[in-house]
């Protein structure tokens, strides 16, 4: 029975570390693309970042405009996310013990 036991947790354990593995996977592309896009904005934004500059933008707001829209993308990602990760809780309820789908220390704090 112990070795029965030890086998159907390393098979749990293998699939954990895996899903772990994609979602690192997964955080890197995020944040490469959030990168791409607000460095593709910038660059498109040049001209009206030089007349901001111009009529007396200081480098602080041009630095809060970049930062605000990449803020915007963020949580407009983490919002999209969690609605899958809610909704894909469903498939992963049978890896879960003691804990419902929908736990938030789930989603926020491991």
């Known amino acids: 029975m112990d070795s029965l036991l030890a086998k159907s947790e390393a098979e749990r354990h293998f699939v954990l570390i895996l899903f772990e593995a994609f979602g ?10 959030i ?3 607000l460095s593709g904005s910038v660059t498109e934004r040049m001209r009206e970042i030089g007349v901001r500059v111009a009529v007396g933008a200081t480098r602080g707001d041009i630095l809060a405009l970049v930062i605000r829209q990449g803020l915007m ?6 919002v999209i996310g ?6 894909a809780s469903q498939a992963l309820i049978t890896l879960l013990f003691g804990v419902s789908g929908l736990d938030p220390a789930t989603y926020f704090g491991s």
């Open 73 to 78: 993308l963020t949580a407009f990602g983490i």
């Open 24 to 33: 690192l996977v997964a955080l890197v592309l995020a944040a490469t693309g």
């Open 82 to 87: 969690l609605a899958g990760a809610m909704a």
């Open 35 to 37: 990168y791409g896009v």
